[in-house]
């Protein structure tokens, strides 16, 4: 597993994926940083008569409702519509579904008319996309059942690869599931580290053939850099700066002696 | 009051009170990871569908006109009025007030329609939306009166509490002023320091009964954070991180041992 | 040249020039902290009820279409014909000129609706512009033509006084052609650099009256700015800072001791 991330790795640095993020206002900057840092290409784009057009030249989309208006969840629909035709990878970051209706709708709008390739959302966002309810009383099952059961109940409602992120990162589809146990605290305390990850899973998906394995790929590559930034600094202001540098730099060695990945179930 | 200030600051570490920021878009990432550092959540959202929804689940709403649209402004309205009804605090930052008619306007329906825990500008800012003027001229009266005069008047015309950033920050309701004198130069060459500030009075202004007290912590706090930054670096680049960083490891001591705060008035 | 260059900076620290950006999401805080970092003031505003009193206490507007949509287009009409008619330089970034219908649309309405002093570019989207086609089947000329030849002939059809960065800078009107090779790689590392740079051009067309001074100027500036910068660092999160930092603290004898600027032809 551990050559085939690597391999990875060097693809995307060889061949630059463009990933194009619909994406929210917040995290833009860092988001795109990020990508560049990986040795991806990306893009911001969500004007409705031009998305179908960046999507022609991009090698995944990533659709984003941090900060979503009306208008741009149309863009989102016709991006991904089209991201569906052209049969580029899809990622889908459901930012706070659950909190209103309007994101509740617009996730299940997204959900069922684009066919996704990943959702990736904490253990609270995956839930409610999925519909678990713990108890009659509709208690949060993120809060009473533990990240397996949860990702592996949500696979299985939604038909879509998952990738749940927290103290521990699952991944799974209706077959598998890893979990990688890299990273950091300090992810929590800047804002977009999970939205950086999404597009960062878009731009492994976009140079490998297999969803899982470019998954598991994506995640371990963050949350390696993420260690190695924070063994640089204990402060979210440098670490985020620390964070960039490493997912410049993080190399072989780094993810063969590092990598804490672990098959769960199939 | 600095045993109040400790008390407040770790209210908000243990409370960790939601900010619900509608606010421009040059400052949101900036915006979001100082809050995070202070050891608030920040959220960002401006759909109008959905503010409404957000302001119930947050402690505080802090509306920000820097990069105003239409749209936007109706949002404010919605946002506002639930934060009302709701009772959580509402801080208004009138970036930029006076400087055009759809500004001045947009700040005096936000100041009609929306009941303000607090109002933060800078002292031309202030002076505008108190119609304060020096001379028959309309020259500006933050270029002829002093501190003390322009917030005391603008607290009698505007009756909402005023925070008045400058080299020494002004806090005032109808009967009492302070002044802090922390901070540093390197505030001015950074985009969006007032405007974290406002919304780190936001998170405040969440957890305590009285707002005066809480606007001097906020203050307090934020501007010895900015003293300790620049006592790190004289530039700009590495004052954010710097500042950020200290936002997040301000203790008991640093506020005991730095606090330059006067009861200027009753 | 190196002592105008050196009195163009010492003006901007001096006058301030209000710079009025209508730009990509994207970019907005770097360009806002590079601008005042160089002792500019940067003032981002959008809305198409107030752009035209932003002008009017502006110095110089920069129109950047990297996150265009429908409704800021507009705005930047607006904007774009109350700068002429005040007088102020107006200068156009055409990110991702080509990439789409809208963007080339939109191009194209402004260069026929404005008057520009400056539009800054890399060789494709100069190309683009100025409807270079390499060979009968629209090979892209910026792969096939020198950038000598490139901003010669785009300047000859668009009339314009173009910059067109990439490995090395090419400064040009119709009569003149400069280049400047100082710089950095970590500047294609990184999101912004070439949107900043356009920002900062606004910022030394505002205090010069010849063009062509003042983008050498600014080349020269940002330029060795970034080298200064990937003195001290080699990794894209660090270098961020590092360039801000370096913008606020060019000397006199960093511009005599470093620029590389050359006439190239008349």
């Keep these: 597993m551990k050559q085939s991330i690597i391999k990875l790795v060097e693809q995307i640095k060889q061949e630059r994926p463009l990933i194009h993020n619909i994406t929210n206002q917040v995290v833009m900057n860092f988001t795109a940083n990020g990508l560049y840092a990986l040795g991806a290409l990306p893009i911001m784009a969500h004007e409705k008569n031009e998305v179908k057009e960046i999507v022609a030249h991009a090698d995944a989309l990533v659709l984003n409702i941090g900060t979503l208006t009306t208008e741009i969840l149309e863009s989102m629909i016709v991006a991904g519509h089209a991201a569906n035709k052209k049969g580029i990878p899809v990622v889908f970051d459901p930012v706070g579904v659950g909190v209103t209706t309007f994101r509740s709708h617009a996730a299940q709008r997204i959900m069922s008319e684009i066919n996704l390739s990943l959702i990736r959302g904490n253990a609270a966002?995956?839930?409610?996309?999925?519909?678990?309810?713990?108890t009659a009383r509709g208690v949060d099952a993120s809060e009473v059942l533990?990240?397996?059961?949860i990702i592996k109940q949500s696979t299985q409602k939604l038909n879509v690869p998952i990738l749940m992120t927290g103290k521990v990162d699952y991944i799974a589809n209706q077959e598998i599931l890893y979990q990688v146990s890299n990273g950091s605290e300090l992810l929590t305390k800047v804002t977009g580290a999970g939205c950086l990850l999404s597009s960062i899973a878009g731009a492994?998906?976009?140079?490998?053939?297999?969803?899982?394995?470019?998954?598991?790929?994506?995640?371990?590559?963050?949350?390696?850099?993420?260690?190695?930034?924070?063994?640089?600094?204990?402060?979210?202001?440098?670490?985020?700066?620390?964070l960039l540098d490493a997912l410049s730099s993080i190399t072989e060695a780094d993810i063969i002696d590092r990598l804490c990945l672990e098959k769960v179930g199939e």
């Design 125 to 134: 966002e995956i839930s409610h996309l999925a519909g678990l309810r713990a």
């Design 204 to 242: 492994f998906l976009a140079v490998s053939e297999s969803c899982i394995l470019a998954v598991v790929a994506a995640v371990s590559y963050f949350t390696i850099a993420a260690e190695k930034a924070a063994e640089k600094t204990s402060f979210p202001g440098q670490f985020q700066i620390e």
């Design 146 to 149: 533990d990240g397996p059961s």
